[in-house]
């Protein structure tokens, strides 16, 4: 059974930062894109960054230079950091794991989410 585990997310001060973490288990990390992905209340989710499993990043617009994405494939874990944070940036962050080694389509399975909050 493969399973994406988050951790990181927690309360922050806005200009603040945090990085998240995800553990894929049960498959072959190195082999897949990966991504993170974010639902505020009320809103749809959204695309974040993506990254291949060569090191190919992709940032949307949201969080486009405060935030970096990498893997550690040794580790089997994939982050995202975040700074400069923005009462905006509250949301439920995912971890998302593509079924291809770029990022083709949409993402095949889905971490069970981490709660970010950013307090004024």
């Known amino acids: 059974q493969v399973q994406l585990v988050e951790s990181g997310g927690g309360l922050v001060q806005a200009g603040g930062s945090l990085r998240l973490s995800c553990t894929p288990s049960g498959l072959t990390f190195s082999s897949y894109a990966m991504g993170w992905y974010r639902q505020a209340p009320g809103k749809q989710r959204e695309l974040v960054a993506t990254i291949s499993s060569g090191g190919s990043t992709y940032y949307a617009d949201s969080m486009k230079g405060r935030s970096t994405i990498s893997r550690d494939n040794a580790k089997n874990t994939v982050f995202l950091q975040m700074n400069n944070l923005k009462l905006e940036d509250t949301a439920v962050y995912y971890c998302?794991?593509?079924?291809?080694?770029?990022?083709?389509?949409?993402?095949?399975?889905w971490g069970q989410g981490t709660q970010v909050t950013v307090s004024s």
């Open positions: 998302a794991q593509y079924t291809t080694r770029v990022v083709m389509g949409s993402p095949s399975r």
